[in-house]
């Protein structure tokens, strides 16, 4: 099914070319023209440029090279794989990006048993051992903040030098 397999190391939305994709080709070939799938997202390679900027019409493997011509941004990690056609294309991406949508959703559901969570909550410290921390972080930060306008060697706490 698939006849060339390489991890998107990085992936960034250009201006004037749209989504490129940074690469290294772990197994087979890839040439201009053909439609891969990149994660949840999918097209056809309008343009490889290997190693120096120098612009290939095929890569071969351990060859690193950026792609573009993808309909959109792939993550990071994400598998690109070449597929018989682009339609083919579309449909792997969009299977994957319906089990992300799923897997995300049950996560959410997971993590809804009838708590609710709050900014308050996640940065919070809890109960009386939290507010004994809060105090001693802010008497030590006072101590530190103090000791900057202390001569060490005379003891003079004046602030004028």
């Known amino acids: 099914m698939f006849s060339c397999f390489v991890f998107c190391q990085q992936a960034r939305k250009d201006a004037g070319r749209g989504a490129v994709v940074t690469g290294l080709l772990r197994r087979g070939v890839l040439d201009v023209g053909s439609p891969v799938v990149a994660g949840a997202q999918y097209g056809r390679v309008r343009k490889l440029t290997g190693a ?62 009838g708590r609710t969570f709050e900014l308050e909550h996640t940065h919070a410290p809890v109960g009386a051992r939290g ?30 030098g």
């Not at 030590?140 to 060697?153: E, G, I, P, Q, V």
């Open 52 to 113: 120096g900027g120098i612009d290939k019409d095929v890569i071969g493997p351990s060859e690193p090279f950026e792609l573009v011509g993808l309909r959109g941004v792939p993550n990071a990690g994400d598998p690109i794989q070449r597929v018989a056609t682009e339609d083919r294309a579309r449909r792997v991406a969009q299977a994957r990006e319906a089990r992300a949508t799923a897997a995300r959703l049950d996560a959410l559901a997971s993590d809804a048993d």
């Open 131 to 160: 507010k004994q921390a809060v105090n001693q972080m802010r008497k030590k930060s006072k101590l530190r903040y103090a000791s900057l306008f202390c001569n060490h060697r005379t003891g003079d706490w004046s602030t004028d």
